[in-house]
């Protein structure tokens, strides 16, 4: 009937744009998972050079650390 098609018809920018805001929340998600990953990766490096002794290292391992995982140290 043609109920059915006026309906869809006024849903589908909802729909469409339900699947964007989908789309968009992954892609934030998986910004964030990667920039604590980087932070992680940068914390673990320099708690590692401070347990052996090398407190002076911690800054320069952790800067590389998170340079390695995609973080610019600037």
């Not at 050079?49 to 140290?73: H, K, M, P, W």
């Amino acid at each position: 009937d043609g109920v059915a098609a006026i309906v869809t018809t006024l849903m589908l920018p909802v729909i469409i744009g339900m699947g964007g805001l989908a789309v968009d929340a992954s892609a934030w998600f998986m910004q964030q998972r990667g920039l604590q990953t980087a932070a992680d990766a940068a914390a673990l490096a320099a708690a590692y050079e401070i347990s052996v002794g090398n407190t002076d290292g911690a800054d320069a391992a952790a800067r590389r650390e998170a340079e390695n995982n995609g973080l610019s140290a600037a």
